[in-house]
């Protein structure tokens, strides 16, 4: 079946504009995350989503990056007023159910790239 | 608080050689770990998953794990590197002691970057 999708693969944008980031999880996940990749640096989550609710936004860096659900399924990550630290690999993950163990394996997309320059 | 260690940033091997693939962690109750592995420009792959049980996990592409409570360990193994296996290994974990905001993330090491040589 369908995994997860991102879009756009590739982003490039100037400093001060604001993007925004797709990601269409596999169908009948009720779960979704948002993860960083910077180079070296692994990994970093940033926002969970059970449904339309975000429960955990813990690991937003700071108020210019939000996200959204709509109809428990894609999402969407905004970056206002980009900076240069933001420049990573975005990656979407979905899970069946992020609450219990058994439905909690991720599934990743192939992530968008974003260069802010 | 949750971490992963993964020591080695390059782990070179023959193929045909056996490989590990280290990993260490930590948590205040019980570990819920995972393997992926990334390809080049691709995202990342479910490998295997440790919950409960035996403590040898067997995974995907002829890869396993060995759980170690003792030592916090949950290293990924392989008795026969492929070429093909070359690409960047990373372990993850989530505590399941809590629950509530920032308990359902998982937590990654930095990454682990395989080379098989043919």
């Known amino acids: 079946g369908a995994g997860v999708s991102q879009s756009p693969s590739n982003k490039v944008t100037e400093k001060g504009k604001d993007v925004e980031l797709r990601c269409d999880p596999i169908s009948g996940h009720t779960a979704l995350y948002w993860y960083r990749q910077s180079l070296g640096q692994g990994l970093e989550f940033l926002i969970y989503f059970q449904g339309n609710s975000a429960p955990d936004k813990s690991g937003l860096p700071s108020d210019r990056f939000s996200a959204e659900r709509t109809g428990g399924s894609v999402s969407t990550l905004t970056i206002q007023r980009t900076q240069q630290e933001d420049s990573a690999v975005y990656l979407c993950?979905?899970?069946?159910?992020?609450?219990?163990?058994?439905?909690?394996?991720?599934?990743f997309g192939p992530g968008t790239r974003l260069t802010v320059t | 608080a949750q971490s992963v260690a993964q020591p080695e940033d390059q782990v070179n091997v023959a193929e045909g050689n056996p490989l590990t693939v280290k990993c260490t962690y930590s948590?205040?109750?019980?570990?819920?770990l995972f393997w992926y592995v990334q390809y080049p420009n691709r995202g990342l792959q479910f490998l295997l998953k440790y919950i409960t049980g035996d403590n040898l996990v067997k995974g995907s592409y002829g890869f396993e794990a060995e759980f170690n409570k003792s030592q916090t360990s949950f290293h990924l193994k392989k008795p026969s590197a492929l070429v093909s296996d070359s690409a960047l290994y990373f372990c993850a974990v989530r505590d399941m002691k809590y629950s509530g905001a920032g308990s359902y993330q998982l937590t990654f090491g930095k990454g682990t970057k395989l080379s098989v040589i043919p």
């Open positions: 993950a979905s899970s069946l159910d992020g609450s219990s163990l058994a439905g909690y394996e991720q599934y």
């Open positions: 948590v205040s109750g019980n570990p819920y």
